[in-house]
């Protein structure tokens, strides 16, 4: 593909406080081979310079209250302001590892049009710590893979797996199936890939369209991250039906005692038990949570 802007093409990042390297960001989107002709930022209340940063850069800012974010509703917001065929989703600490990011994720949806969402490579920064560096390796191999509702038996939950920090949606098919959960927790981004596959489309890892993006986690966000996903799996317990939950944390524990040990690196087998230990408590703490908070809205609304 020349270098062009391309008319077609929206970028849409959610900002609270970006900070210095927002700008990094805003740049590298403009030396890309396709440029967007659109990039809007959906702001929720930054006291940092997020907002004059980017007014600068010429994007559209969209202003919310704080406490009307959530995952699905603010890209939804974003969403109803694009125009054109495709739009890219991106996190505000997602940086493009090249110049052919955008090209790449555009490149498989153009050659084949039942593709609903391509979503790139996450790759380390350079100086994350090896479980950063083990958690992107895991999740975003080097190989592109398309997938589609007959790999449920063989990818498990990886099959929905997708991810807003690096994702293009073909907004066609975006708007036909409702875009986002409203109000969803967490992880708005796999429900709709598994709505995209389970209505016949297919979803594309592209390993070519990368950007830097990980981050250290200390054990009481990692706890509330994954207390947040029990929650959302307890509100969505049809996608377990198809994708088998339990065999991708053993997977990735089975992987990563093998990498480390490899490596000659034994105190990062214990951080990596002490960690599975706390992400499955959380989780399962938050599921039964969901399920209590549920159960007491119910009879409350019963009651009366």
Known sequence: MPESTVNTIAVLIPTLNAGESFQHLLCCLQQQTLKPAQVIIID???TDKTTEIAEKQNCKVIKINRSD???????????????????IFLTQDAIPA????IEELIRPMQADPNIAVCYGRQLHRPDAKPLEHFAREFNYPEKSLLKTKND???LGIKTFFCSNSCAAYRRSIFEKLGGFKNNVITNEDMLFAAKAILNGYSVYYSAAA???HSHPHSLPQTFKRYFNIGRFFADNRWLIKYARLGNYGGEMLKTGIKTFW????PQYIVMLLIEFVIKAVAYKTGWYYQLLS????????LKF
Not at 98 to 101: A, P, S
Not at 262 to 265: M, Q, S, V
Request: charged share 30%.
């Open 294 to 301: 549920s159960t007491y809205l119910q009879a409350k609304c």
């Open 210 to 212: 990368k950007v830097y």
């Open 262 to 265: 490899k490596e000659r690196k």
């Open 69 to 87: 974010f959530d995952h699905g509703t603010t890209r939804n917001l974003a969403a109803a302001k694009a125009t054109g065929e495709f739009i």
């Open 98 to 101: 090249d110049e052919n990011m």
């Open 44 to 46: 929720s209340v930054s």
């Open 152 to 154: 449920t038996e063989t």
